[in-house]
């Protein structure tokens, strides 16, 4: 792992919730577990939970607590974690995600070691589905990270979750952009995911809205084409145009 900077954790892990402490604690417990020995900062946006969630992150001395106080959509949730992120490296995760083993610290050093990825794609499977393999993510012959580990500066460079989603393809739309700067999506089928899928209202809130793939497809189905093969941006580039 590089050398985090004084005062910075090595690994921002970042996610939204609603009414799911149960699995909430759960998935924190694994989380810091699974990034050993790096060291981790959760930033976790809340949309107005009333069961107690509000009550543990107020307490947890390595949670920044963002308090939305209403459902805006997992995009804009994302979004706003990842603009407090710190570290050198982003995980997003869900709220109903148990990292198994060591996968956080796996997929840092992955990165670390092969600078031409942006993004470490977790495999995941969920819990209640019938296939039991492990996957990730995969549209018009891309890998795109349902869960990952990203560059932080390549993610601020890229404008994280943005793109006028609501809460689904913006996952999507973040790992095609980094594609688009010629870095690569790899997938990383040794660290794995439980997605423990909880059904409840807030999914299925959003569960059945297609219009936001649809708007997706026909957005990238033919600049695919004109993705470079190495990367075009670079992390002294960024701060060179920042400065």
Same mark, same amino acid.
């Given at each position: 792992m590089a050398q985090a900077e004084r005062g910075r954790p090595d690994l921002s892990v970042i996610f939204g919730t609603y009414n799911r402490l149960g699995v909430l604690r759960q998935c924190i417990e694994h989380a810091r577990a699974s990034a050993y020995p790096l060291t981790v900062e959760f930033i976790i946006a809340d949309g107005g939970s009333t069961d107690g969630t509000l009550e543990y992150l107020r307490q947890e001395p390595d949670v920044t607590l963002i308090e939305q106080g209403g459902l805006f959509g997992a995009c804009q949730a994302f979004t706003a974690c990842c603009k407090l992120a710190r570290? =050198? %490296?982003v995980a997003h995760l869900n709220d109903d995600a148990l990292c198994m083993g060591d996968c *956080?610290?796996?997929a840092c050093k992955f990165l670390d070691d092969h600078p031409d990825v942006g993004q470490a794609a977790l495999a995941f499977r969920? &819990?209640?589905a019938e296939d039991r393999r492990y996957r990730t993510g995969? &549209? *018009?012959n891309r890998h795109y990270a349902n869960f990952g580990v990203v560059r932080r500066w *390549?993610? =601020?460079y890229v404008g994280w979750f943005s793109g006028g989603y *609501?809460? %689904?393809s913006c996952d999507q739309e973040f790992s095609f952009r980094i594609w688009e700067q010629g870095y690569k999506v790899a997938f990383l089928g040794g660290c794995r995911i439980e997605h423990l899928r909880v059904c409840d209202r807030l999914r299925d809130t959003w569960e /059945?809205? /297609?219009g936001e793939p649809i708007a997706f497809l026909a957005k990238w189905r033919d600049r695919i084409k004109d993705f470079p093969t190495e990367p075009i941006i670079t992390r002294e580039r960024t701060e060179q145009i920042a400065s």
């Open positions: 570290a =050198e %490296y *956080l610290a796996v969920d &819990i209640d995969m &549209i *018009l *390549l993610g =601020e *609501l809460t %689904y /059945h809205d /297609h």
